[in-house]
C-alpha cells in the first residue's frame, strides 16, 4: 500500500500543544514535494520531521505556505560530513548549517506582505551520505490552508498526481486521471468553476461525483449520478458522409455537458451498444464511436457498426458514472 505522508501525519503531528499556547495558532499544514520524503517520527516523546537517507547530490525538501509578517521558530539538524540543512522564503536563504551534530534552535522573522514559501532544503553535496531534520515548527502569523486541488508543475509525476489526489471523496478521479497532462486538465476545470475560493475548491474535493462533473466539462458540481430514464438519445440520422453510421445527440435530464469535454474523457463515461435485434443481447464490442465536440448542452458522436454486412442494427445508450 502506498504512503502518503503529506496528507495524513505531517499537517496533524508537526505541531506541539505547547505551540499552539505560545502563539495563539497552530501550523498551517506542510507539504512535501520531492522523491526523497520526509517522515514524521516519535522521539522521546517528541515529534520531528525526517528526511529519508540523502546520498550523494541528492535532496529533500518540506514547505510550509504563510501569507503577510510573521515569526518562524523551529529546530533543525544535519548530519555526517558534507551534508546541508537549509531554510528558504521563497527562495532567499534565511538559515544554513552544515555538519552539524544537535539541534539548533531558530528564529526567523519573515517580513513583507502577500505569500511566503517556507522551504527546508537538505542535500548532500559531497559522497558522504547523510540526513537532515526539523522540529518543533511554529509560526506566529497567518497561514494559508492547502489548496484542495492543489497545483502541480507542468509535467508532474504520477505519483505527485496520485498525493493531489488523495482524500478525494470520488475514488474515480484515481482511476480515471491517470497522468499529469489529465490532472492539470482537471484543475484547470476546478479553476474555471471555483475561482480562488476555498470553500468551493472544498467542495470539489468533498464531492462524490467530481470526475463525471469535470468529465462532462459542467460548470458546477454534479450532485447526484442520473438514474435511468434521465440519459436519452434526442437524435438520431444517418451519418451524411459514411454509409451505415448514424448521428447521435445524447442529452442528460438536468445536466448540461459543455463544449470542452474531450472525447477522451466522454469515452470513458458513455458506450454506445448495438445488437442485430430489438431485444437481442446488446454489446458495445458490436460498434464503433467517434466523439465530437458538445453543443447545447448535449453530447454529439458518431456511432457504426463494426460489421458493416449487418443490414438491421439497433443501438442504445449507456452511462457509466
Same mark, same amino acid.
Given at each position: 500500500?502506498?504512503?502518503? /505522508?503529506?496528507?495524513?501525519?505531517?499537517?496533524?503531528?508537526?505541531?506541539?500543544?505547547?505551540?499552539?499556547?505560545?502563539?495563539?495558532?497552530?501550523?498551517?499544514?506542510?507539504?512535501? /514535494?520531492?522523491?526523497?520524503?520526509?517522515?514524521?517520527?516519535?522521539?522521546?516523546?517528541?515529534?520531528?520531521?525526517?528526511?529519508?537517507?540523502?546520498?550523494?547530490?541528492?535532496?529533500?525538501?518540506?514547505?510550509?505556505?504563510?501569507?503577510?509578517?510573521?515569526?518562524?521558530?523551529?529546530?533543525?539538524?544535519?548530519?555526517?560530513?558534507?551534508?546541508?540543512?537549509?531554510?528558504?522564503?521563497?527562495?532567499?536563504?534565511?538559515?544554513?548549517?552544515?555538519?552539524?551534530?544537535?539541534?539548533?534552535?531558530?528564529?526567523?522573522?519573515?517580513?513583507?506582505?502577500?505569500?511566503?514559501?517556507?522551504?527546508?532544503?537538505? /542535500?548532500?553535496?559531497?559522497?558522504?551520505?547523510?540526513?537532515?531534520?526539523?522540529?518543533?515548527?511554529?509560526?506566529?502569523?497567518?497561514?494559508?490552508?492547502?489548496?484542495?486541488?492543489?497545483?502541480?508543475?507542468?509535467?508532474?509525476?504520477?505519483?505527485?498526481?496520485?498525493?493531489?489526489?488523495?482524500?478525494?471523496?470520488?475514488?474515480?478521479?484515481?482511476?480515471?486521471?491517470?497522468?499529469?497532462?489529465?490532472?492539470?486538465? /482537471?484543475?484547470?476545470?476546478?479553476?474555471?468553476?471555483?475561482?480562488?475560493?476555498?470553500?468551493?475548491?472544498?467542495?470539489?474535493?468533498?464531492?462524490?461525483?467530481?470526475?463525471?462533473?469535470?468529465?462532462?466539462?459542467?460548470?458546477?458540481?454534479?450532485?447526484?449520478?442520473?438514474?435511468?430514464?434521465?440519459?436519452?438519445?434526442?437524435?438520431?440520422?444517418?451519418?451524411?458522409?459514411?454509409?451505415?453510421?448514424?448521428?447521435?445527440?445524447?442529452?442528460?435530464?438536468?445536466?448540461?455537458?459543455?463544449?470542452?469535454?474531450?472525447?477522451?474523457?466522454?469515452?470513458?463515461?458513455?458506450?454506445?451498444?448495438?445488437?442485430?435485434?430489438?431485444?437481442?443481447?446488446?454489446?458495445?464490442?458490436?460498434?464503433?464511436?467517434?466523439?465530437?465536440?458538445?453543443?447545447?448542452?448535449?453530447?454529439?458522436?458518431?456511432?457504426?457498426?463494426?460489421?458493416?454486412?449487418?443490414?438491421?442494427?439497433?443501438?442504445?445508450?449507456?452511462?457509466?458514472?
Amino acid at each position: 500500500m502506498k504512503t502518503h /505522508y503529506k496528507r495524513i501525519v505531517i499537517t496533524s503531528l508537526l505541531v506541539l500543544s505547547f505551540a499552539v499556547n505560545v502563539f495563539g495558532s497552530p501550523l498551517g499544514p506542510l507539504e512535501d /514535494y520531492c522523491l526523497n520524503r520526509f517522515q514524521v517520527q516519535s522521539d522521546s516523546g517528541s515529534v520531528t520531521c525526517y528526511s529519508d537517507h540523502i546520498h550523494l547530490g541528492g535532496g529533500s525538501k518540506v514547505y510550509l505556505t504563510v501569507e503577510g509578517a510573521g515569526e518562524l521558530r523551529f529546530r533543525g539538524n544535519g548530519y555526517e560530513d558534507w551534508f546541508w540543512c537549509r531554510c528558504d522564503d521563497s527562495s532567499s536563504v534565511v538559515w544554513t548549517c552544515k555538519s552539524h551534530y544537535g539541534y539548533v534552535d531558530v528564529v526567523v522573522n519573515i517580513s513583507g506582505a502577500g505569500i511566503h514559501t517556507i522551504v527546508w532544503n537538505t /542535500y548532500s553535496s559531497w559522497a558522504s551520505s547523510g540526513w537532515g531534520d526539523i522540529a518543533n515548527v511554529r509560526w506566529k502569523g497567518n497561514t494559508i490552508p492547502l489548496d484542495p486541488v492543489p497545483g502541480l508543475s507542468d509535467n508532474p509525476t504520477i505519483e505527485q498526481v496520485q498525493d493531489a489526489l488523495y482524500g478525494s471523496k470520488d475514488s474515480s478521479l484515481g482511476t480515471h486521471i491517470t497522468d499529469g497532462n489529465k490532472y492539470n486538465c /482537471y484543475r484547470q476545470w476546478a479553476d474555471a468553476i471555483c475561482g480562488s475560493s476555498f470553500a468551493k475548491r472544498q467542495e470539489v474535493r468533498d464531492s462524490a461525483y467530481a470526475w463525471l462533473s469535470f468529465a462532462l466539462n459542467t460548470d458546477s458540481l454534479i450532485t447526484k449520478a442520473p438514474a435511468q430514464g434521465e440519459v436519452s438519445i434526442e437524435r438520431f440520422v444517418p451519418n451524411a458522409n459514411e454509409a451505415k453510421a448514424f448521428d447521435l445527440d445524447v442529452a442528460i435530464d438536468g445536466i448540461t455537458v459543455g463544449a470542452n469535454a474531450t472525447a477522451a474523457n466522454l469515452a470513458e463515461v458513455f458506450a454506445i451498444e448495438g445488437s442485430t435485434t430489438p431485444n437481442g443481447t446488446y454489446s458495445s464490442d458490436d460498434v464503433e464511436i467517434t466523439f465530437g465536440t458538445p453543443s447545447n448542452g448535449k453530447v454529439k458522436c458518431t456511432a457504426r457498426a463494426k460489421d458493416a454486412t449487418k443490414t438491421s442494427f439497433f443501438m442504445r445508450v449507456k452511462m457509466n458514472p
